[in-house]
Nanobody, 119 residues
Framework: QVQVVESGGGLVQPGGSLRLSCAAS????????MAWHRQAPGKEREMVAT???????RVADSVKGRFTISRDNAKNTMYLQMNSLKPEDTAVYYC?????????????WGQGTQVTVSS
């Protein structure tokens, strides 16, 4: 059994910053790609940023230059540093990890953490 848990969401004013964390736990043999996705009210879930186990990253154009994804493989944890936040960044942010538990790769989603950008 493996799981990922997000933390770090909250209410922030426009222009502010937040740092999200995603911690994987359980019977972990290896973790491949990790990613952040988000879903705003009334919209489809969209990819925000991805990071491979060797550190290669990709970010959506809408957050490029403002958001930075990183990971600590020793801690099985991924981060999303969000700067210069805008109201349109308001969404539930979900962590995704591809985790090998010893019996096979398991696509694993977290429950999400709410980020609200408002004055």
């Amino acid at each position: 059994q493996v799981q990922v848990v997000e933390s770090g969401g909250g209410l922030v004013q426009p222009g502010g910053s937040l740092r999200l964390s995603c911690a994987a736990s359980g019977s972990i043999f290896a973790i491949s790609t990790m990613a952040w996705h988000r879903q705003a009210p009334g919209k489809e879930r969209e990819m925000v940023a991805t990071i491979t186990n060797d550190g290669s990253t990709r970010v959506a154009d809408s957050v490029k230059g403002r958001f930075t994804i990183s990971r600590d493989n020793a801690k099985n944890t991924m981060y999303l540093q969000m700067n210069s936040l805008k109201p349109e960044d308001t969404a539930v942010y979900y962590c995704y990890s591809s985790i090998h538990s010893g019996t096979g790769w398991v696509p694993t989603w977290g429950q999400g953490t709410q980020v609200t950008v408002s004055s």
